[in-house]
């Protein structure tokens, strides 16, 4: 089995309704004409010995974005775990506010 990491940063801002989260759409003809479960935080895998979980989320949110993460106080959600086929995958995510 093969463990798979991914990282990503979860950007939030506060509205008088509460709080907004921005997600992407994800990509290619797979989910092209797909809304429902096609949502998430920009992220991304990387190869754990060679760059950091953070180091990971920044990039990966400028790559999908197109913009650096904004300024602020990373807040560390944490990490999950789950299994997608034979492969055992680990998501980091980071919150910051912009």
């Not at 797979?30 to 935080?41: H, T």
């Not at 991304?44 to 106080?73: K, N």
């Amino acid at each position: 089995m093969t463990d798979v990491f991914s990282a990503g940063v979860l950007v939030y801002r506060r509205v008088e309704a509460g709080i907004e989260v921005l997600l992407g759409h994800m990509g290619g003809p797979l989910w092209a004409k797909k809304d429902a479960s096609a949502w998430s935080i920009p992220k991304g895998e990387y190869l754990s010995e060679e760059e950091s979980a953070r180091d990971a989320a920044g990039r990966e949110f400028t790559e999908e974005l197109g913009l650096p993460v904004p300024e602020g106080e990373w807040i560390d959600l944490g990490e999950v775990s789950y299994r997608s086929g034979a492969k055992r995958k680990y998501l980091t995510v980071w919150a910051v506010e912009g």
